[in-house]
Structure formats: structure tokens, C-alpha cells
């Protein structure tokens, strides 16, 4: 079928994404309980998750049930039509409920989100300026915990809320080093 449309003659553009072993981020976080962890991630000693580079989300401040992070409403996120993706908004919201669970876990424990609901008031484009998510703990059981999150643009607008359910686990001691292990069946 011939167009009429003109060739795209924009320039192209790109973002280059680099990010840690996977399995050091999880590594550096199995010695410290999980406010310890936040704050090294924070004060750059231990790597961020993948997805916080991949989206450019930086974590702002960690107390103890209480998250903040920042994220820039990049192009690169847009959806066709014209505004940031649901589901960019729905990861950093997400990232910040919970973290603000993981901020009130002992060495030991872990959590993985069941279930996260998302309320979406208003478009989100680059105009919108910095994106601040604030993640707060509603309830904290022992096998579950409830946390919400406000996602404000660069004005202080309300843009989006969120709800989430998490499971508390468990999480398996770490893996003995195998130089160590070795050393110890030699001596």
C-alpha cells in the first residue's frame, strides 16, 4: 500500500545502559539487613539492582519503612502516544514500595511483591520535570507486609498512587566461597 508520509528524517537517538552482575548485587546485600543495604547502595558500596540503571532511577533517602527515589521521565520511556509508559511508572513504583518493605528486614530476610496496584491521575511526558516516588510501610507482619506510594512530578503534582502486598521469605544463608571452602578441607 504507497504513503504519502514523508520519510522520518529525525536523527535517531540513543542511550547506553551499563549495570552490574546481577549476582553481585544480590551478594553485597546477603550481609546486611536491608536498611544497611539501601544505604550502601546509596552511598555507592554496593551496585544497584539492573532495572534502577536501565530506567535511571536514583535512590534518594532510605529510613527505616520509609523510601524515596528519583527518576527522570526520559523520552526513551514514552509509549506511542507521546507520554511515559504505564509500566515505567508501575517499576518505579514498585521499586519503591519495595524498598521501603526491604528498609525493615533483618539480615536473613527477603520479600517478593504478590500483588501492586496502580492509580495513574495524570500523563507523565519529559515536561513534566523529575519524578520524585516516596514508598511507605502500612503494615508489617511476619509473612506479609503493606506498603503505598505517591509519585509526584517536578511541580508537585500528584501523578500516580500505588498499593502493594509483599511476602516476607526467608533468604537462604550465602554460599560459602569456594577458595575458603577449598583452603578449609586442605588445612
Given at each position: ?153 517536578g511541580a508537585g503534582r500528584l501523578c500516580a498512587t500505588a498499593s502493594t502486598t509483599c ?16 583452603w578449609t578441607r586442605i588445612s
Amino acid at each position: 500500500m504507497p504513503t504519502d508520509a514523508a520519510p522520518d528524517t529525525a536523527p535517531s537517538r540513543r542511550r547506553v545502559v551499563e549495570w552490574s552482575d546481577p549476582a553481585l548485587v544480590a551478594k553485597a546485600g546477603q550481609g546486611l539487613d536491608g536498611l544497611a543495604f539501601l544505604r550502601a547502595m546509596m552511598a555507592g558500596d554496593a551496585p544497584p539492582p539492573p532495572l534502577i540503571a536501565l530506567l535511571g532511577i536514583d535512590l534518594v533517602s532510605a529510613e527505616p519503612g520509609r523510601v524515596t527515589m528519583r527518576m527522570g521521565p526520559g523520552e526513551y520511556l514514552y509509549n506511542p502516544l507521546g507520554s511515559v509508559h504505564g509500566g515505567a511508572l508501575a517499576s518505579l513504583l514498585d521499586s519503591v514500595m519495595g524498598c521501603a518493605v526491604h528498609s525493615t528486614l533483618p539480615l536473613g530476610r527477603g520479600y517478593t511483591t504478590l500483588e501492586i496496584k496502580v492509580n495513574y491521575l495524570r500523563a507523565v511526558t519529559a515536561a513534566s520535570g523529575p519524578l520524585t516516588a516516596v514508598g511507605e510501610i502500612v503494615h508489617a507482619g511476619r509473612r506479609q507486609a503493606v506498603a503505598e506510594a505517591r509519585l509526584s512530578d517536578g511541580a508537585g503534582r500528584l501523578c500516580a498512587t500505588a498499593s502493594t502486598t509483599c511476602l516476607l521469605i526467608d533468604r537462604p544463608p550465602p554460599a560459602p566461597d569456594p577458595v575458603v571452602a577449598a583452603w578449609t578441607r586442605i588445612s
